[in-house]
């Protein structure tokens, strides 16, 4: 038994030659690892003969797409400018108009105060023909005010910024 018990021990010490003396650490380290590689990782090992005509192809495609935009963009906000500056103008007529019908019917009333006779009866005529065409002067004034209502309701409604109605654009 003595032998065997020898014969045994020489087993496992020649056996121990074979096998590297490493921690349990180690022994885990060796183990096959799940490595999840990501883009970046593979951008690092390509060629760069391999994407660089698709590359260029996409940024040339990519720039007249932007510029196309760009100037679809400029063609709005133009249009909307110009619209908006349209009614304004209209609305600064009748508002001048409006104006002088005012100015005008002041003007008429004091003379008709000083007046008597004939040249009172010809000024009172003055007078109503005046006050007709102040309250036409005011409504087209308020017609024009309910465009340019109407057209800020319609930017509104498509997204279009305040400033594009005002001529004031972001660069």
């Not at 500056?85 to 003379?111: F, H, I, P, V, W």
Request: charged letters at 35%.
């Amino acid at each position: 038994m003595i032998i065997r018990s020898i014969a045994v021990m020489m087993f496992l010490c020649i056996a121990g030659l074979f096998i590297p003396a490493t921690a349990p650490e180690s022994l885990a380290e060796n183990t096959v690892e799940n490595t999840v590689y990501s883009n970046q990782d593979i951008e690092k090992y390509k060629r760069p003969a391999d994407n660089t005509a698709r590359a260029e192809k996409n940024s040339r495609s990519e720039a007249k797409k932007e510029k196309a935009g760009k100037a679809a963009e400029q063609q709005e906000k133009e249009y909307w400018c110009k619209q908006a500056t349209s009614y304004k103008n209209k609305m600064e007529k009748a508002q001048d108009e409006a104006g002088k019908q005012e100015k005008r019917l002041a003007e008429l009333k004091d003379a008709a105060g000083q007046e008597i006779g004939k040249k009172r009866k010809s000024l009172e005529k003055e007078i109503s023909n005046t006050q007709k065409k102040l309250k036409n002067a005011q409504k087209q004034l308020e017609d024009r005010q309910k465009d340019l209502d109407r057209l800020e309701g319609e930017a509104h409604k498509k997204g279009v910024p305040p400033g594009w109605l005002r001529c004031q654009f972001t660069w």
